[in-house]
């Protein structure tokens, strides 16, 4: 992905669905029952989609000469 507009799109989308697995993770956790497992890869999922949004707004930081 190069494209600034592409990059733009994608981090829309993550950040959909990491707002999504933070809804999700919090239902889970009011209710009774928990299955740890789950809430562990949904957890895992979340932090990935972080670092995968942070690795793609670096790329829209225009390099600056030192």
Do not use: F, S, Y
């Not at 740890?36 to 890869?41: D, T």
């Amino acid at each position: 992905m190069t494209n600034v507009e592409d990059i733009q799109r994608r981090l829309i989308e993550l950040d959909v669905e990491h707002r999504d697995l933070d809804e999700v993770i919090d239902r889970l956790t009011q209710e009774g029952h928990i299955d740890q497992l789950q809430l562990r890869r949904l957890k895992k999922r979340k932090l990935q989609l972080k670092d995968h949004i942070a690795l793609l707004k670096m790329q829209l930081v225009p390099d600056v000469p030192a």
